[in-house]
């Protein structure tokens, strides 16, 4: 058996047997999970500093040559994310 990683290992448990033609409600909790498992798994890999309260992603994460696909596709739209303030 091929060794994976832990979201791409949870990925196989989550997709397991759900249709691929609709995204149901499952379906759509078993992306979010999916993309926690990955943020879980970048910070695991110690890709994270901490500064006061606030966790940061280290600026050559993404940019190194053996990042993989599925971590730029969790990350790229969360940083490209505009912060609204509550007033």
Sequence with gaps: MTDLKLAQSFSMIALNVQSSLY???VKKAAVRC???AVILEVYLDSA??????KFILKSDVLDQS???LYRE?????????????NG
């Design 23 to 25: 995204m149901t409600t």
């Design 73 to 85: 596709t969790v990350f790229k739209p969360l940083l490209n994310k505009k912060i609204i303030g």
């Design 34 to 36: 999916m993309a926690a």
């Design 66 to 68: 053996h990042t993989m």
């Design 48 to 53: 994270f500093t901490q500064t006061e309260n």
